[in-house]
């Protein structure tokens, strides 16, 4: 399909996809190339989800980082998607802060389900807080206020009925444990 017609949006990211699937670096590598062309002329939330993949596929975090937190600006798009991936990433490459960053950047820029943000840079702050040596125990409670300033805000306009309560209760009891 793609050599009868390369213009064909559904054609290339086919392509890609196949590529990305052969799991080598060279395979993932030419996906890249493959979503950022596909990205710079339809820069939907599918196509910078997998073109933050194969950047965190190839070990590079900074701009797997920037292409998710990219992934938020659209206001079509529930931020949901955004912050999971933001929330793998940030475990993948162990970059707490960046992940934390970017988790406030949505936060500011996005009123809307605000309460999955929280909960995700929550479980950011546990984790960061959880690296942190006896050397560093304020920065640790920092980071532990910090965690349980979400979880408050969060549990203020969550719904009773919602399937985050779980989540929520979770956190709050990792961080009493620490």
């Given amino acids: 399909v793609f050599r009868k017609n390369p213009a064909d949006i559904s054609a290339v990211l086919n392509l890609a996809d196949a590529y990305a699937a052969m799991n080598d670096a060279a ?13 710079e002329s339809s820069p939907s939330d599918m196509i910078l989800a997998r073109l933050a993949d194969a950047y965190a596929r190839l070990s590079l975090f900074d701009r ?3 292409t998710a937190l ?9 931020p949901e998607g955004p912050v999971s991936q933001i929330l793998l990433l940030a475990g993948a ?6 992940g934390i960053d970017c988790l406030q950047q949505i936060l500011a820029g996005r009123e809307d389900e ?10 950011l702050y546990v984790e960061k ?8 125990k304020r920065l640790r409670d920092e980071y532990r206020s910090a965690a349980a300033a979400c979880l408050d805000e969060a549990e203020a306009s969550l719904p ?10 979770r ?3 990792e961080l009493e444990e620490l």
Avoid: I
Avoid at 129 to 136: D, G, Q, T
């Fill in 160 to 169: 009773r009925s919602s399937g985050m309560w779980e989540n929520l209760l």
């Fill in 114 to 123: 605000r309460e999955v943000t929280l909960l995700a840079l929550a479980a």
């Fill in 93 to 98: 490459g162990g970059d707490w802060e960046r």
């Fill in 64 to 66: 797997a980082f920037t």
């Fill in 27 to 39: 395979s993932v590598s030419l996906a890249l190339a493959l979503y950022k062309g596909l990205a």
């Fill in 129 to 136: 807080s959880r690296v942190l040596s006896e050397k560093e």
């Fill in 70 to 78: 990219r992934r938020s600006w659209n206001p079509l798009v529930s």
């Fill in 171 to 173: 956190l709050r009891k």
